[in-house]
């Protein structure tokens, strides 16, 4: 089901008019604004007559976010704003993002389009299982599913048994949490024998990266078909890129409100058509906290395939990975997302696993901690590992340890996004501390 018919199959030159017309609307608004932040931002933007110009627009970058804390890049005053959210970074500071009523409208249409582009109806139960609170997950995906008309379940994180109760009793039809947060929950459902009076269809998770031998892990889990979603809290939070269940592998940036661009992270120029990049979006439509050309710092590719359902938002590929992520092991690139498609495509493995870089040495080394999907599998334990090792092996062109443990003896994340990679730099082990 369309959310949107309309405006989610407009042709290509209704889609660059009506971007046109909202970036000409969006400049000409931030050249008027008198925040100090956007006065100097605008000095040097040119005439701006099209969608085509936008390359002549300066980028922005987290830390100008983060540097204007809380609210010096608001377009309006806070008395004006509906809502915060914000996101914690590393380091001190969190970075605090702000809606208008009118973002917040732009806030649930979105996310109404992602659920729908999952399989959601608006006579199905929806069991909301993204933390509520600062971070956008929760609230962001609510919003989109009353607006969808749905009943909602907003159960938050954790208490992965409780929630599989509730998904149980309430009968959703559909859920979304983090991708690893789903494994968890699966896993506790089995546990407590609930598993079979579960009937949910459809899954829609995002917020931490995952790879296609992931998906394949948690469809099989569930019985469902298992959807990306995209979204980062400084371009509004989820909704902004979501794939359709007939066209899977390819997600739609709903490129009416966030126009995308793939840029060389290295540099300033965008990649050739087809090459992954860094992800650059410009907000067309956002009121309190516009970007123009944010560096998101995620990488991937678009994608010049229709999709079968019609819509015709630009495509991208799914997220690889972050250009800040990226493992430099003896001068072998390497992301994350690569190793997790290795070990989570051998059917030995469970759903859990851990990278932890080892710097003790003077040249780093990787090694992959996993563990086997069954206690039947304890006597082939010395195989599997010489299995993947192998495997990473060819893949990753990189020598790789493998430590396979027995079921269920890495530690579960109950709450949050998954960590994965792990740095070793003295006798403690890393994943000890969990
Ligand atoms: O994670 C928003 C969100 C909530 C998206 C719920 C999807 C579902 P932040 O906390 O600001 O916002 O983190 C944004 O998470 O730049 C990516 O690196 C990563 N990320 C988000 N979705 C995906 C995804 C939310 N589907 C950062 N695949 C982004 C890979 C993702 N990475």
């Given at each position: 089901?369309?959310?949107?018919?309309?405006?989610?199959?407009?042709?290509?030159?209704?889609?660059?008019?009506?971007?046109?017309?909202?970036?000409?609307?969006?400049?000409?608004?931030?050249?008027?604004?008198?925040?100090?932040?956007?006065?100097?931002?605008?000095?040097?933007?040119?005439?701006?007559?099209?969608?085509?110009?936008?390359?002549?627009?300066?980028?922005?970058?987290?830390?100008?976010?983060?540097?204007?804390?809380?609210?010096?890049?608001?377009?309006?005053?806070?008395?004006?704003c509906s809502r915060i959210h914000a996101s914690s970074g590393t380091s001190g500071k969190p970075t605090v993002v702000a809606y208008t009523t009118g973002d917040l409208d732009v806030f649930a249409e979105v996310n109404a389009r992602a659920i729908a582009c999952a399989g959601g109806r608006p006579e199905d139960v929806f069991h909301i299982a993204y933390g509520y609170g600062l971070f956008t997950?929760?609230?962001?995906?609510?919003?989109?599913?009353?607006?969808?008309?749905?009943?909602?379940?907003?159960?938050?994180?954790?208490?992965?048994?409780?929630?599989?109760?509730?998904?149980?009793?309430?009968?959703?039809?559909?859920?979304?949490?983090?991708?690893?947060?789903?494994?968890?929950?699966?896993?506790?459902?089995?546990?407590?024998?609930?598993?079979?009076?579960?009937?949910?269809?459809?899954?829609?998770?995002?917020?931490?990266?995952?790879?296609?031998?992931?998906?394949?892990?948690?469809?099989?889990?569930?019985?469902?078909?298992?959807?990306?979603?995209?979204?980062?809290?400084?371009?509004?939070?989820?909704?902004?890129?979501?794939?359709?269940?007939?066209?899977?592998?390819?997600?739609?940036?709903?490129?009416d409100h966030f126009y995308p661009e793939i840029i060389d992270p290295e540099g300033d120029d965008p990649v050739p058509d087809g090459d992954y990049g860094e992800l650059v979006v410009t907000t067309l439509t956002k009121e309190a906290l516009p970007v123009l050309r944010y560096r998101t710092g995620d990488v991937t590719r678009f994608v010049f395939e229709p999709s079968p359902c019609g819509r015709?938002?630009?495509?991208?590929?799914?997220?690889?990975?972050?250009?800040?992520?990226?493992?430099?092991?003896?001068?072998?690139?390497?992301?994350?997302?690569?190793?997790?498609?290795?070990?989570?495509?051998?059917?030995?493995?469970?759903?859990?696993?851990?990278?932890?870089?080892?710097?003790?040495?003077?040249?780093?080394?990787?090694?992959?901690?996993?563990?086997?999907?069954?206690?039947?599998?304890?006597?082939?334990?010395?195989?599997?590992?010489?299995?993947?090792?192998?495997?990473?092996?060819?893949?990753?062109?990189?020598?790789?340890?493998?430590?396979?443990?027995?079921?269920?003896?890495?530690?579960?994340?109950?709450?949050?996004?998954?960590?994965?990679?792990?740095?070793?730099?003295?006798?403690?082990?890393?994943?000890?501390?969990?």
């Amino acid at each position: 089901m369309l959310y949107q018919p309309e405006l989610e199959t407009l042709d290509a030159a209704a889609k660059r008019s009506l971007q046109s017309e909202r970036l000409t609307a969006l400049v000409a608004r931030l050249r008027a604004s008198d925040t100090p932040y956007w006065s100097e931002k605008m000095r040097d933007v040119g005439e701006i007559a099209g969608i085509e110009d936008i390359e002549t627009v300066p980028f922005t970058r987290k830390h100008e976010l983060r540097d204007g804390y809380p609210f010096g890049l608001l377009t309006v005053p806070i008395a004006e704003c509906s809502r915060i959210h914000a996101s914690s970074g590393t380091s001190g500071k969190p970075t605090v993002v702000a809606y208008t009523t009118g973002d917040l409208d732009v806030f649930a249409e979105v996310n109404a389009r992602a659920i729908a582009c999952a399989g959601g109806r608006p006579e199905d139960v929806f069991h909301i299982a993204y933390g509520y609170g600062l971070f956008t997950g929760g609230l962001g995906l609510h919003g989109g599913a009353e607006r969808l008309g749905m009943t909602v379940v907003p159960a938050s994180g954790g208490n992965a048994v409780f929630q599989a109760g509730l998904l149980a009793d309430m009968g959703a039809r559909g859920f979304c949490c983090t991708p690893s947060y789903s494994l968890l929950l699966g896993e506790r459902a089995i546990e407590v024998g609930l598993m079979d009076e579960i009937r949910v269809e459809y899954g829609v998770f995002g917020a931490e990266p995952w790879s296609e031998e992931m998906r394949g892990r948690i469809e099989a889990l569930w019985g469902i078909d298992a959807i990306d979603l995209y979204g980062l809290s400084e371009v509004i939070g989820p909704g902004v890129a979501c794939e359709s269940v007939e066209g899977k592998g390819a997600p739609f940036v709903f490129d009416d409100h966030f126009y995308p661009e793939i840029i060389d992270p290295e540099g300033d120029d965008p990649v050739p058509d087809g090459d992954y990049g860094e992800l650059v979006v410009t907000t067309l439509t956002k009121e309190a906290l516009p970007v123009l050309r944010y560096r998101t710092g995620d990488v991937t590719r678009f994608v010049f395939e229709p999709s079968p359902c019609g819509r015709t938002f630009r495509r991208m590929d799914r997220i690889a990975g972050r250009v800040d992520d990226m493992l430099v092991i003896r001068g072998v690139n390497v992301f994350p997302s690569a190793i997790e498609a290795v070990v989570m495509g051998d059917g030995a493995i469970s759903g859990q696993y851990a990278i932890v870089v080892d710097r003790r040495g003077t040249l780093a080394e990787l090694e992959v901690r996993c563990e086997l999907e069954s206690a039947d599998l304890l006597p082939q334990r010395d195989t599997v590992r010489d299995r993947l090792e192998r495997t990473l092996a060819s893949a990753l062109r990189l020598r790789i340890g493998v430590d396979v443990g027995e079921p269920g003896s890495l530690p579960r994340q109950e709450a949050g996004k998954a960590r994965r990679v792990f740095e070793r730099t003295g006798a403690e082990d890393p994943l000890a501390a969990l």
